[in-house]
């Protein structure tokens, strides 16, 4: 079955500052939050995320 998570996502946007993809995400349901800066941080951070939400399901399973 497929799980869904929820994740709120900020983004900044300064052109004059920097060019890079930076902001923050925010996981919903545990409540943790972490800044980023460029799309591999994100979906680095987002993946972490993810695993620990699959083995805190394993635990509970079990």
Same mark, same amino acid.
């Given at each position: ?5 929820? %994740? $709120? ?11 890079? @993809? ?13 800044? %980023? $800066? ?11 995320? @993810? ?12």
């Amino acid at each position: 079955m497929d799980r869904r998570e929820t %994740f $709120i996502l900020t983004i900044f946007h300064d052109p004059h500052r920097m060019t890079d @993809l930076r902001g923050r995400v925010r996981h919903v349901a545990s409540g943790y939050e972490a800044s %980023f $800066i460029g799309i591999a941080q994100l979906a680095q951070i987002l993946r972490k995320l @993810l695993q620990k939400g699959k083995e805190g399901k394993d635990e509970r399973s079990a």
